[in-house]
């Protein structure tokens, strides 16, 4: 195929993250033409998976899942994130017709899953929960019954290996494989069939830093050399955050937030604050309005909104300009996990 063409069947069946198209546009000598009708490609977002007022509920009167409307984006790493219970698994089930849908829309590839759900599978693999892998058996073993299931080419196995950097196992069993090999091993049954998005439900759950690792760095290197679109689930941030590009959160059944990681890290931000003390904090916040600083005393303790670092040093000037001695301008930011906390909290009390 030639690479123009490879470019541009990426990208369409991406967004088209601004990074990406620049790598395409290097790698393929794009016409800056063509770029922009990339560009334009990537104004309108198209959505890999996409529900709405998604209802789920095992027993009666119980709702598990109340509302639930995720968007992923073509091309995202999308983090789905949510304490242990807060319905998860039942979600990324549902995705997969793994449990019959019972209220809403549930769209992938923008077709309901429940009229082209064969067709749609061909097109994603998942790991939900633990991987079901023979123990006695090799890791290409293993794979030589997925790749019947699968009727996939013979050859895609040792590729598959090869991705998971599990190529050089050769005669070792299953049973002997660390759970991140185990993990990887998984992800190398999931990507036999070369999916055009991957599910995986925790897929870090129980596995050391370095395990970890391995696992990202594997999942990002799907998403950019091979465009593969991911949901990743799990119940602690610190896990992902470094991975996703997009999250959803969900606590008790409901999303409590879903937008780029990066306007997570800007509530972050806006939830940041410059704390001062001074000789004098009554007259310092007379000084500070007249530089249209939104002023408050808490604990004793003058508190502003983090200021850019241009007006620190003047609001330091004028201070000290006024008489006022400063002891203390701490700036206190709340970490993602605090605003994760409190996004999932919401719930608890509501
Ligand atoms: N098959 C089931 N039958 C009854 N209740 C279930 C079933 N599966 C999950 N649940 C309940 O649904 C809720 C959400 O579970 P789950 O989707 O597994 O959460 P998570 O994956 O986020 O930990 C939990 O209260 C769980 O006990
Ligand atoms: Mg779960």
Redesign the pocket.
């Known amino acids: 195929m030639p690479k123009i063409l490879f470019g541009m069947q990426q990208l369409t069946q991406t967004t088209c993250f601004a990074d990406q198209i620049a790598h395409f546009a290097e790698k393929s000598y794009l016409t800056a033409g063509k770029f922009l009708l990339l560009l334009y490609i990537k104004s309108r977002t198209m959505y890999s998976v996409q529900t709405s007022g998604v209802f789920h509920h095992?027993?009666e009167n119980d709702p598990?899942l109340k509302d639930i409307a995720l968007q992923v984006p073509s091309g995202s790493i999308y983090g789905f994130l949510?304490?242990?219970?807060?319905?998860?698994?039942?979600?990324l089930r549902l995705l997969l017709g793994l449990i019959k849908k019972q209220q809403g829309s549930i769209l992938i590839f923008d077709k309901p899953i429940e009229n082209h759900r064969m067709e749609i599978l061909r097109n994603i693999g998942s790991l939900i929960e633990m991987p079901s892998m023979y123990g006695h058996l090799t890791a290409s073993e293993n794979l030589r019954i997925w790749q019947q299931l699968y009727q996939c080419p013979y050859s895609r196995i040792a590729k598959a290996l090869e991705t998971v950097d599990l190529a050089n196992t050769g005669t070792k069993k299953v049973s002997q494989f660390s759970l991140g090999m185990k993990q990887r091993l998984g992800i190398a049954a999931a990507l036999l069939h070369e999916p055009s998005l991957l599910i995986l439900?925790e897929p870090t759950n129980g596995l050391d830093p370095y395990g970890m690792m391995e696992i990202r760095d594997l999942l990002k290197k799907l998403n950019y050399e091979h465009g593969i679109t991911i949901v990743i689930?799990s119940?602690l941030l610190s896990e992902i955050e470094k991975l996703v590009t997009h999250t959803g959160i969900?606590s008790h059944?409901q999303m409590v937030f879903q937008g780029t990681l990066d306007s997570l890290v800007s509530r972050q931000l806006s939830a940041s604050k410059l704390i001062l003390n001074t000789s004098n904090n009554l007259q310092a916040t007379d000084v500070l309005k007249l530089l249209q600083l939104d002023t408050s005393i808490e604990n004793g303790m003058l508190t502003i909104p983090i200021p850019e670092k241009e007006m620190i040093a003047q609001l330091n000037r004028e201070l000290v300009k006024a008489n006022i001695d400063v002891y203390e301008i701490n700036p206190v930011q709340k970490d993602l996990e605090t605003i994760f906390m409190e996004l999932i909290n919401q719930t608890t009390h509501a």
Do not use: C
């Open positions: 095992f027993s598990v949510g304490p242990n219970g807060a319905g998860k698994t039942t979600t439900d689930s119940h969900i059944g």
